[in-house]
Every structure is written in C-alpha cells, then in structure tokens.
C-alpha cells in the first residue's frame, strides 16, 4: 500500500504555497490582529480561487466534495503560512454544519467566511466579529449566532467571542463536524511546527557565535532533529486520521485525537527549540517567529486540548 500523496495532491500543496508565499502573510496577521481585515480578506480571496474554500462543500453547491486528505494537505499549507481568520471553522466544520444550506455556495465561493463554536469543547467563535457567519452547534442541532463579549487569546490574532443562539435549530451532525474541526487544527500544528523547524535551521546556518555557526554545535543539531523526528511522526497520524473520517470507522474518534496529541506536542516542540534557537530575539514581535509561536499556543487548545484527547484515546483502548 502507498500511503504517498498523489502527483495531484503534491500540485495543489505547491500552488498554495506559491500563492501564500508571495502574500506577505506575516504582514496579514498583524493587520488581522489590529482590526485590519482587507490583507486578510485577499489571501483568503486567493484560497477561493484555488478551491480551498470549497473543499468540503458538496458538489450541489459548486464545492468541491473532497476527500479528507484533500483537506489535510490545504490545512497544513495553511498552518505553515499561518493564514489568519476562522480557517479551520468556516473550511473544514461550517460546510459540515450546513450540509442542504443553500449558504454553502457562498463558503464554496469564498464570499462568506464562517465560524463556529461548539460547546463544551469549543466554547467561543474565532474571529466573530470579522466573519459572515457565526454558528452554534450543539446536542445535534446547529443555529444561526450572534457574537457577544470578546475575550482574551493568547494569539493577537484569534479574537474570541462568547456567542448567543438567534436562530431557528435545525439537525445536524455535530459529531462529524468536531472530528474534521479536531482534524483540521492537528494539520494546522503540523503545517506550523514544520515552518518554525524550517526558519529555525535556516537561521542556524547563518547565525554566528563564539566565532562558529551555531548549526554546527551539536546542542543544536540535537533540538532540531527532535523537532524533525516528532513532526515526521505526527504527519501520517494526521493523514491515517483523515482516511478514518472518509471511511467512517468506528475508530475515528480515537484516530483523530492521537492525531490531535502527536500534532500538538510536535508542534510545541518545534516551538521550544525554535526560541532556543533564535534567542530572545525569536519572541519580539517584530520577529515573524513571534507569529508561529503564538499560533501554536492558541492550537494546541482549540478543539479540544491534548489532555482531552488523550482521554479519548485511552476511552477508546480500553
């Protein structure tokens, strides 16, 4: 069995990445954390066009119907540009959510943008105030929303909002819906432990001290092969996870939280040795890396934090 992405797949994350790359997310995110949405909005514009927003979206309504893996290899090229916005809510969960709303022709068309909360795990809607579409679910039933009192992210640029059902409840299944908001944030954290692991050993082959390259200490070398090693391991847990959610297996639940675990730890890992590597300088914000290390913190919690998931695991073993 070849568990490779196929030549299709392999273009799809390439044309994300050439798009996101030359969008100056970094800039985005900060804009996004102070009230600027417009950057934003064009990189989301740019997504649209390149049928990311309409990857779960059935066919019915122009979207795409993909595959779960599909949408794995989108949201790991997401968390490696650190895109901002309620990604993994209006992408992966609001299409879920929506299943016959006819509103799911504008997500597939990138005109709305959603975001979701789902209590208890999910208590607060990211980015409530800039998206179209704020939905509650819960108890198999999901409702329009409205945002109220924002609180506190440890991530500038994930605004949270306690919300209030305001509309009419209708069925839905709300279970799917949080493994593929689970699965989405765990390829999220991979996507942003391999780019904190990338720029930590770019900067390790340029950054000189007591007159070497500090890549060439073996302290270093260590850290950043431990990164490498966790975020090697936690990838095909993310990918066997989403081949779960497309058969339907009744070991979902289990697979999806390992995914969600191994992602997170690697992701805070990569974190850890990121700020080693880079120094004080690595958590300025006028150092991108203050971006990635922030998202990461902010990931690790949403959709259910490690212990959670943890919990669900060994519900599930034994």
């Not at 209030?164 to 493994?179: C, F, I, N």
């Not at 993310?238 to 081949?243: E, I, N, R, S, T």
Request: glycine share 8%.
């Amino acid at each position: 069995m070849n568990f490779e992405l196929d030549e299709q797949q392999r273009d799809f994350a390439a044309s994300i990445d050439a798009a996101l790359g030359a969008a100056d997310l970094p800039g985005a995110v900060r804009a996004w954390a102070a009230g600027d949405t417009a950057r934003g909005r064009k990189v989301w514009a740019q997504l649209a066009d390149l049928g990311v927003t309409a990857l779960m979206v059935p066919e019915k309504f122009d979207g795409i119907e993909a595959h779960p893996v599909d949408l794995v290899v989108a949201l790991e090229r997401l968390g490696r540009w650190c895109v901002p916005g309620p990604v993994v809510e209006s992408i992966a969960v609001a299409p879920v959510l929506l299943a016959d709303d006819d509103r799911s022709a504008a997500l597939a068309a990138g005109e709305l943008i959603a975001t979701v909360a789902m209590p208890p795990l999910v208590p607060r809607a990211v980015d409530a105030d800039s998206a179209g579409l704020t939905l509650l679910a819960a108890d198999g039933e999901v409702r329009d929303a409205t945002p109220n009192e924002q609180h506190e992210s440890v991530d500038p640029s994930r605004k949270l909002f306690a919300i209030t059902g305001s509309g009419e409840a209708t069925k839905a299944d709300v279970g799917r819906a949080y493994e593929f908001g689970a699965l989405a944030t765990a390829a999220q954290l991979v996507g942003a432990g391999q780019a904190m692991l990338d720029m930590s050993v770019d900067y390790a082959k340029q950054r000189s001290q007591f007159g070497k390259v500090i890549g060439t200490y073996q302290a270093i070398k260590h850290k950043l092969a431990d990164v490498l090693i966790a975020v090697e391991l936690a990838r095909p847990l993310v990918y066997g996870a989403a081949l779960s959610l497309a058969d339907g297996s009744t070991d979902t639940a289990r697979d999806v939280s390992a995914a969600k675990a191994a992602a997170a730890d690697a992701a805070l890992l990569a974190a850890r040795a990121s700020l080693q590597t880079h120094g004080a300088i690595g958590f300025t914000q006028e150092h991108d890396l203050s971006l990635w290390l922030l998202r990461v913190q902010a990931l690790r919690s949403a959709w259910g934090d490690p212990t959670v998931h943890r919990r669900r695991v060994l519900e599930a073993l034994s």
